[in-house]
């Protein structure tokens, strides 16, 4: 009986310490298109140290005063909007219903329940999710938790 009760126990823990919520608020940190790592992949076989140093120079100016951010219902509710400074309510507000099976992250249509986008979770812990397209591998979103 002791046995049982301890494997119980240790089975719980196990269990809330493997399964991260994804429940929250989600900014995005970093996105990249397919586009971007085919170009990525074709200009580092070509390009010279100036091209280079030019082209990561240029691709460092991502601070800006706007922020995607997702958020996250217990109750399988979503909205996704942008954030701009100053501002305390995100503007062009999408709503959405959002499931997760496993380890895919469906996005679906909030009337008719349809499946919008299929994402496949690659990373998920405390402060971060990382997620692929589940069509196409080079697409990646990465999200720190706000709250």
């Known amino acids: 009986m002791k046995k049982l009760i301890l494997t119980i126990a240790t089975a719980c823990i196990l269990n809330a310490v493997s399964a991260q919520s994804i429940v929250g608020t989600w900014q995005l940190s970093e996105q990249k298109t397919c586009f971007q790592a ?28 706007v922020a995607r951010v997702m958020t996250l219902t217990e109750k399988g509710g979503g909205e996704e909007g942008i954030m701009s400074a100053g501002k305390k309510k995100a503007s062009s507000k999408e709503s959405f219903r959002y499931q997760v099976s496993g380890s895919e ?3 679906l249509d909030k009337k008719s329940g349809l499946v919008k986008s299929r994402w496949v979770i690659d990373e998920l812990t405390e402060t971060s999710l990382t997620m692929h397209d589940a ?8 999200y720190l938790k706000v709250k």
Not at 38 to 65: H, I, P, R, Y
Not at 135 to 142: A, F
């Open 38 to 65: 085919n170009v990525a992949s074709e200009t580092e076989k070509k390009e010279s140290d100036t091209e280079k140093e030019l082209s990561s120079a240029m691709g460092s100016s991502s601070s800006t005063a």
């Open 105 to 107: 992250f469906q996005v």
């Open 135 to 142: 069509v196409r591998d080079c697409e990646i979103k990465t």
